[in-house]
């Protein structure tokens, strides 16, 4: 979770190239070595061989000259700071916040022991002492950006995400180009829901690196999820707008295409939609979502024979597609095709057997048939699911007038008038139905 990087203390200045320095810290180490046989007790010759031995990575003889400089001056709060980082480095967190803890006692304004003593709280999981040790160095230091790092991811991971952003943006002020820390600022208002933020955060990172890859493609998904909450509102124009700056992002991206695609067909820009489906299916040629969108907007442009070919392909790739299923069968159904079309409802109610649609279309077309008893049970299950949807109440009138059974069409068309009054279909039928039994009436009285 955190990047720990320890501040070192350091009583000499030493320099050297790099090439150098391995070469140079064992002739001064020698040296201090040697300075120690005549003086035991010479505690910067302890303090600064700790230095050394701590930069080349011999922390047990590092621990050992730090102890002797605390033998010498039991409050060198410096020597217990630079044990607290051995330890650290150790991984032995518990010795670490012990060591950290005196040098404080000794030195309370110490940030950089404040902001070490968080990493070794941060490494056991304390976050709230992490969190607190953070905050003490940057009251003492508050030019410490790491610090304000720190505290934000670990704000993160509590699901604080309102502290979290805060501290980041505190961190980004040190260091406004520092990439990886705006990836995660951005992600933080990804989270918190502040979609512009995150997108203006994206952009910094681009701007500071153009061809940003996780920069370019987060931007494309939000510009992608906002494209589709704005064709939710009903707000066309700002989703294709959205989609646009998606695909500007990631020009392969084929769901884009797929929704930008269903944004044209909703402003009615058919050729548009076929042109864009086709370029996700370009993208990725098993796109199944996208043969079967292809097809709707050929059928929009009557040209049935494409659409189904398009359908076709989309069952091919998934023959449990059951939105081409149903497309097929409203496009079979138009083209004069009752039986094909029947046969694709079959499909669509075999995997979604509640599809009202479905059933409606199935019921619509068994009455045209005249299979009177399938569209009447059709009928029936509708009204079973969802016993206000008028056109199915006077779709059965319709299949009961047909039977003869004229007493049970008149109580469907009245059912269907209750839920809506101004339907003139139902009234017509109602009326119709109406003559047709004073007409048998008739009849029956002149046979008597």
Excluded: W
């Excluded at 203390?9 to 030493?14: F, P």
């Excluded at 140079?24 to 303090?47: G, T």
């Excluded at 950290?100 to 999981?125: M, S, T, W």
């Amino acid at each position: 979770m955190l990047g720990v990087s320890l501040f070192l203390s350091l009583k000499v200045a030493i320099s050297s190239s790099p090439e150098s320095d391995g070469i140079l810290d064992r002739e001064i180490i020698k040296k201090y070595q040697k300075i120690l046989l005549q003086e035991p007790s010479n505690l910067n010759a302890h303090f600064n061989l700790g230095i050394l031995y701590t930069r080349n990575a011999h922390f047990d003889e590092a621990i050992r000259e730090f102890n002797k400089v605390l033998e010498i001056n039991p409050n060198d709060s410096e020597a217990y700071y630079n044990l607290g980082n051995i330890f650290n480095k150790k991984s032995l967190f518990d010795d670490a916040i012990k060591a950290y803890k005196k040098a404080l006692a000794i030195n309370p304004r110490d940030a950089e022991a404040f902001y070490n003593l968080g990493n070794a709280y941060a490494h056991k999981e304390m976050v709230d002492d992490a969190i607190s040790s953070y905050r003490k160095a940057i009251e003492t230091n508050p030019n410490l950006a790491e610090s304000y790092k720190n505290i934000a991811y670990l704000y993160k991971e509590k699901g604080q995400l309102s502290e979290s952003i805060s501290s980041f943006e505190k961190a980004a002020t040190f260091d406004p180009k520092d990439t990886a820390l705006l990836l995660d600022l951005a992600s933080s208002y990804e989270s918190n829901g502040s979609q512009d933020s995150a997108i203006l955060t994206y952009k910094k990172v681009l701007s500071t690196e153009p061809n940003h890859k996780e920069a370019k493609n987060r931007l494309a998904m939000i510009y992608n999820n906002k494209g589709v909450s704005l064709a939710l509102q009903g707000k066309r124009d700002e989703a294709i707008a959205a989609y646009k700056e998606a695909l500007q992002n990631k020009e392969d991206f084929k769901e884009v295409y797929n929704n930008l695609g269903a944004a044209y067909v909703d402003k009615g820009m058919i050729d548009d939609a076929i042109a864009t489906y086709k370029k996700a299916i370009e993208i990725s040629p098993n796109f199944g979502e996208a043969y079967n969108n292809l097809g709707v907007a050929y059928t929009k442009n009557k040209a049935y024979d494409e659409a189904v070919s398009a359908f076709k392909k989309a069952l091919s790739l998934n023959k449990n597609h059951a939105g081409a299923h149903f497309n097929l069968g409203v496009l079979y159904a138009e083209k004069g095709m009752p039986a094909e079309a029947i046969d694709e409802y079959n499909e669509v109610l075999r995997l979604t057997p509640n599809d009202l649609s479905a059933l409606y279309n199935r019921g619509s077309l068994y009455l045209e048939k005249d299979r009177l008893e399938e569209a009447s049970a059709d009928m029936k299950k509708i009204i079973e699911h969802n016993p206000k949807l008028v056109a199915a109440h006077d779709k059965l009138g319709d299949i009961y007038q047909k039977q003869g059974q004229l007493d049970d069409a008149i109580a469907e068309y009245k059912r269907a008038l209750e839920i809506s009054p101004e339907m003139e279909d139902a009234l017509q039928s109602l009326e119709d139905t109406y003559r047709l039994k004073e007409k048998e009436a008739k009849k029956k009285g002149l046979g008597k």
